[in-house]
Every structure is written in structure tokens, then in C-alpha cells.
């Protein structure tokens, strides 16, 4: 079954710094992988995704994420922090589509999430 | 910026009642969801449709039921609600082969 791992529960980081929230997957086929962020008393917003092509995916707000095939990761990445980034990131990927459908068609599979803490 | 709208935002109320969680989408998108979110945020698919009059059961068992009558509608009721059923509920909606569109959520609270 397709399922991914977010490993860290939390990650702490000061303003101006790098960030990186690790995202592992495990899939059969080719991996549909995605981020996405959640503010406070808010649903979750699309922050970018990985089909095919570039391992380097770039997203909103200055984030990007690294494909890596052989360490079956999808990490997320910031090269500089801001407190406003302090939230959840989840990673998703999607499922196997059922019977009838196409490989595109298939649920999205969330981690865990990880809350992100930015301090001035 | 959100086409998916769910109401109410906040909602408390009492054993045993029913309540219905509306959720709308202006997008046209044919794929919906409802998810349940724990305190600890992990989130927990829990019914699902892929158009008219097409409804299915999530990963997480649910007394919840849906109903799809209509393309942009989708809502969740419960017929009689319990303490345990205090949590936050978001609806999404999807084109195929795409991502998620979330709404704001849902908060409920049993007492």
C-alpha cells in the first residue's frame, strides 16, 4: 500500500534560518507527492507537488521540495524562515486509483504532520 | 480566495441531537471528501464521493453518512451526536488527477 512518513512530530527553527521538513514515502508505480499547510483554526492549503520531471519543485510562499528517487524522500525546504511560516505541513501521496479508474484518480494519502515553530 | 465553503465554522451542541455539516463548492470539481482531524492533527479520510450519487466509506469508521445529490453540495450528518464525535471535521474537493481544494473547517463540539 502507498503511505508516507513524516518522522518529526515538531521542528523548531529561528528566524533566518533554513528549514527542512522531512517527508519519506513508500509507493509501487511512480509517486504523486504533494505538500500542503495549515494555519491555525484553518483547512489546508496546497503549497506544491511532484508528478514527473525536475526534482526540485518549487511552491508558494518561497517553499520548495526535493524528489529524491533513492532515498524515497520529499522533503520540504525554505532557505530562509519567517515566524508566519510557524503551522502544519503535511505530505501527502496519492493512492492506487480504484478499479476503472486511472493511475491520477486514486485518493491522497496524508502523514501525520508536522508542526513547524518559527521563533523571532 | 476559497470556493469550498463549510458551515457553520464553530458549532457546540448537546447529546443526542442531529446535526448536518454543510459543505459547498463553486469549482465543479466531481471528486469530494470529509476528513476527520484529531487534536494531535493527523487527519483521517473518512467518506468520500466521486460525483452525483456516488458515496464511499473512508479509512476511519464513521456514524456519520453523506449524502451527493447535487455536484457542489456534500453534507455530513450525524443522527445523534456524542461526546466522542467532537472534533474537527474539513470538507475538500478535487478534479481528477489534481490536488486537494480544503475548506475552512468545521469545529464541533458535544457536551
Known amino acids: 500500500a502507498q503511505s508516507v512518513a513524516q518522522p518529526e512530530d515538531q521542528v523548531n527553527v529561528a528566524e533566518g534560518n533554513p528549514l527542512t521538513v522531512k517527508c519519506t514515502y513508500s509507493?509501487?508505480?511512480?509517486?504523486?507527492l504533494f505538500w500542503y499547510v495549515q494555519y491555525p483554526n484553518r483547512g489546508l492549503q496546497f503549497l506544491l507537488k511532484y508528478i514527473t520531471g525536475d526534482n526540485l519543485v518549487k511552491g508558494s510562499y518561497g517553499f520548495e521540495a526535493e524528489f529524491n528517487k533513492s532515498q524515497t524522500s520529499f522533503h520540504l525546504k525554505k532557505p530562509s524562515a519567517l515566524v508566519s511560516d510557524s503551522a502544519l505541513y503535511f505530505c501527502?501521496?496519492?493512492?492506487?486509483?480504484?478499479?476503472?479508474?486511472?493511475?491520477?484518480?486514486?485518493?491522497?494519502?496524508f502523514g501525520k504532520g508536522t508542526k513547524l515553530s518559527v521563533k523571532p | 480566495e476559497a470556493d469550498i465553503y463549510q458551515t457553520p465554522r464553530y458549532l457546540v451542541i448537546g447529546t443526542g441531537k442531529k446535526i448536518t455539516l454543510e459543505c459547498s463548492q463553486t469549482m465543479g470539481h466531481d471528486k469530494m471528501y470529509w476528513y476527520q482531524q484529531d487534536p494531535g492533527m493527523e487527519l483521517h479520510l473518512i467518506h468520500y464521493s466521486y460525483g452525483v450519487n456516488s458515496t464511499e466509506k473512508g479509512d476511519l469508521s464513521s456514524e456519520s453518512t453523506v449524502s451527493r445529490i447535487r455536484t457542489e453540495h456534500f453534507p455530513l450528518t450525524l443522527e445523534s451526536a456524542r461526546p466522542s464525535h467532537t472534533s474537527q471535521y474539513l470538507c475538500?474537493?478535487?478534479?481528477f488527477g489534481y490536488g486537494y481544494t480544503f475548506g475552512s473547517g468545521t469545529r464541533l463540539t458535544v457536551v
Open positions: 501527502a501521496v496519492r493512492d492506487k486509483a480504484p478499479k476503472g479508474y486511472g493511475g491520477s484518480q486514486g485518493n491522497l494519502i
Open positions: 475538500a474537493s478535487s478534479e
Open positions: 509507493v509501487s508505480g511512480n509517486p504523486y
